[in-house]
Nanobody
Framework: QVRFVESGGGLVQPGGSLRLSCAVS????????MAWYRQTPGNERELVAQ???????NYADSVKGRFTISLNNAKNAVTLQMNSLNPKDTAVYYC???????WGQGTQVTVSS
């Protein structure tokens, strides 16, 4: 069964950094594209970053140059390094495969002074 467990969120000041991790269980790690999404109350989930099986990456314009998606093969995890955070990055962050499976619980990121 495919399962995603996100961690690493928290409260950070504007300009700060966080590193999110998504533990992936199930027989798909490394076999399919992976992505990070985020959602704020009342809004739909939006794609933040995606990583193809060929190593190609794609980022939302709002995070380009600040966020980096990568694989941690040793831990069967997908990471999202987030730098230069600003209050607009506040959201619950989720990971999923492409095509997707059931969503995990997400991890809350709050950027505030």
């Amino acid at each position: 069964q495919v399962r995603f467990v996100e961690s690493g969120g928290g409260l950070v000041q504007p300009g700060g950094s966080l590193r999110l991790s998504c533990a992936v269980s199930g027989n798909l790690f490394g076999l399919t594209a992976m992505a990070w999404y985020r959602q704020t109350p009342g809004n739909e989930r939006e794609l933040v970053a995606q990583l193809g099986t060929d190593g190609s990456t794609n980022y939302a314009d709002s995070v380009k140059g600040r966020f980096t998606i990568s694989l941690n093969n040793a831990k069967n995890a997908v990471t999202l390094q987030m730098n230069s955070l600003n209050p607009k990055d506040t959201a619950v962050y989720y990971c999923n495969s492409i095509p997707g499976h059931a969503w995990g619980q997400g991890t809350q990121v709050t950027v505030s002074s």
